[in-house]
């Protein structure tokens, strides 16, 4: 059974920073794309970012370029999103997934709010 | 950037009845397209692949079609566990995108 467990959610103040981690079991860690996707209070789903099984390559949406980083441990099979220069606009649940051109298997997410 | 266009934006049914939600790409994504179901406080649920294939464990009443710009999902008749949200996405060019998401409610 393949499980995804976010943590590292938790209330920070605008402008701090927050490390986001997700363990992965069940499935050939180093073989998947990895992503993270949110969803703000009330709205919608929106990609944040993706990683190839090598880590080198990266892509990310335009609002969060130059402030959140992904990165992966394929020893530790573990996915992570380091965050900065958090924003409003960023307080939102924070799922780790895995991606084969569609998110087929996802976390329970984990709750970031960002206090202004 | 690819936009997704779903609707409506929200569906009014009764249990039975058939549901068909629409999601619309500025441009083509050839068939690059999921659809998920989404309720409160749990994680989305991929229910079709490649524009028109069941994930695994989707019950056959789910069904996808289209391909290019154009996509449908229907849901051939409505069990009290499927008034939810539904969001189409995309997963041919980067960045990756979802539509702004369909809801299902018991009508």
Redesign the interface.
């Given at each position: 059974e393949v499980q995804l467990v976010e943590s590292g959610g938790g209330l920070v103040q605008a402008g701090g920073s927050l490390r986001l981690s997700c363990a992965a079991s069940g499935l050939t860690f180093s073989n998947s794309w990895m992503s993270w996707v949110r969803q703000a209070p009330g709205k919608g789903l929106e990609w944040v970012a993706t990683i190839n099984p090598d880590g080198n390559a990266k892509y990310y949406v335009d609002s969060v370029k130059g402030r959140f980083t992904i990165s992966r441990d394929n020893a530790k099979t573990s996915l992570y999103l380091q965050m900065t220069s958090l924003r409003g606009e960023d307080t939102a649940v924070y799922f780790c997934a895995r991606y084969n051109r569609v998110f087929d298997y996802w976390g329970q997410g984990t709750l970031v709010p960002v206090s202004s | 950037e690819i936009v997704l266009t779903q609707s409506p934006a929200t569906l009014s049914l009764s249990p039975g009845e058939r549901a068909t939600l629409s999601c619309r790409a500025s441009q083509s994504v050839s068939n690059?397209l999921?659809w998920?179901q989404?309720k409160p406080g749990?994680?989305?649920?991929?229910l079709i692949?490649?524009a028109s294939s069941r994930?695994t464990g989707i019950p056959a009443r789910f069904s996808g079609s289209g391909s290019g710009t154009d996509f449908t999902l229907t849901i051939s008749s409505l069990e009290p566990e499927d008034f939810a949200?539904y969001?189409c996405?995309q997963?041919s060019n980067?960045?990756?995108?979802?539509?702004?998401?369909t809801k299902v409610e018991i009508k």
């Open positions: - | 690059y999921g998920y989404k749990q994680a989305p649920r991929l692949y490649g994930a949200v969001y996405q997963g980067w960045p990756l995108s979802f539509g702004g998401g």
